[in-house]
């Protein structure tokens, strides 16, 4: 706060940030979107750290928090499990199909029927090769038996 000596006004300095420093960039850090083990503990130590030493935590509720950081790993243990056989279960499909006539829809809205001659497991979906072109498994609408 400043007074001009002339007019006798009070003025009020606002400070402004420069443009260097720690106030110019950007945080580097990117926020975890979801809650791991990691997270959890690191709640309870801190909980555990800076609780009142005259009113210590209420060992029921330390307990239950310890459970529920147990069934929070299995769940994620279960999800990690369910996420693997989905993705087993699609490949042992698209092995099962090579050597049979699948049909597919193309790009172009058509219906193509070919013969499955191999299969990719390069990416997250298996692909199948029909007639020479490389197939999503997902976009096979229809499998026959070879003609013999």
Same mark, same amino acid.
């Given at each position: #706060?400043?007074?001009?000596?002339?007019?006798?006004?009070?003025?009020?300095?606002?400070?402004?940030? /420069?443009?260097?420093? &720690?106030?110019?960039?950007s /945080?580097?850090?990117?926020? +975890?979107?979801? &809650?791991?083990?990691?997270?959890? #503990?690191?709640?309870?130590?801190?909980?555990?750290r800076?609780?009142?030493p005259?009113?210590? &935590?209420d060992t029921?509720?330390?307990?239950s928090?310890? $459970?529920?950081?147990?069934m &929070?790993? +299995? #769940?994620?243990?279960?999800? $990690?499990t369910?996420?693997? *056989?989905?993705?087993?279960q699609?490949?042992?499909a /698209?092995?099962?199909?090579?050597?049979?006539?699948?049909?597919?829809?193309?790009q *172009?809205?058509k219906?193509i029927?070919?013969?499955?001659s /191999?299969?990719?497991?390069a990416?997250?979906?298996?692909?199948v090769?029909?007639?020479?072109?490389?197939?999503?498994?997902d976009?096979?609408?229809?499998?026959?038996?070879?003609?013999?």
């Open positions: #706060m400043t007074i001009d000596t002339i007019s006798g006004n009070i003025t009020t300095a606002v400070p402004t940030l /420069a443009a260097s420093g &720690m106030y110019s960039t /945080a580097n850090r990117t926020p +975890k979107q979801s &809650m791991d083990s990691e997270v959890f #503990m690191s709640l309870l130590v801190t909980q555990l800076n609780q009142d005259s009113s210590p &935590m029921n509720q330390m307990i928090q310890t $459970t529920q950081l147990a &929070m790993e +299995k #769940m994620t243990e279960l999800a $990690t369910g996420q693997e *056989d989905f993705s087993l699609m490949r042992i /698209a092995a099962a199909i090579v050597g049979k006539d699948v049909t597919y829809t193309g *172009d809205g219906v029927t070919g013969v499955a /191999a299969v990719s497991f990416g997250p979906v298996p692909q090769t029909v007639g020479g072109v490389e197939v999503s498994l976009v096979i609408s229809g499998i026959t038996n070879k003609a013999a």
